[in-house]
């Protein structure tokens, strides 16, 4: 059984930073692209950044030059350090992965996500 399991999330000032980690474990082979998405009440789910196996890096606009994403791939964990935040930055943050697992072949898989609130 594969799971991906974030934390770091919390509350934060606006301007204020937070680093989120998602770790996979499980009977897993090789992980391809993983990603951060964001829902925030009432808003559909959104893209904020994606990674390949190989380090190449997307961003969504309202993002780009405050956040990055990175990976560990030794220890199959995907990171977003969060800089700059704003209250429209609040949301729930999940991760999610193109994951190869032995006997199960590949899938994707999703966090149960973490709330991050950014307020004064």
């Known amino acids: 059984q594969v799971q991906l399991v974030e934390s770091g999330g919390g509350l934060v000032q606006p301007g204020g930073s937070l680093r989120l980690s998602c770790a996979a474990s499980?009977?897993?082979?090789?992980?391809?692209?993983m990603g951060w998405y964001r829902q925030a009440p009432g808003e559909e789910r959104e893209l904020v950044a994606t990674i390949t196996n190989g380090g190449s890096t997307d961003y969504a606009d309202s993002v780009k030059g405050r956040f990055t994403i990175s990976r560990d791939n030794a220890k199959n964990t995907v990171y977003l350090q969060m800089n700059s935040l704003k209250p429209e930055d609040t949301a729930v943050y999940c991760c999610?992965?193109?994951?190869?697992?032995?006997?199960?072949?590949?899938?994707?898989?999703w966090g149960q996500g973490t709330q991050v609130t950014v307020s004064s």
């Open positions: 499980g009977s897993i082979f090789r992980i391809n692209t």
């Open positions: 999610n992965g193109d994951i190869g697992a032995y006997r199960r072949g590949y899938s994707w898989y």
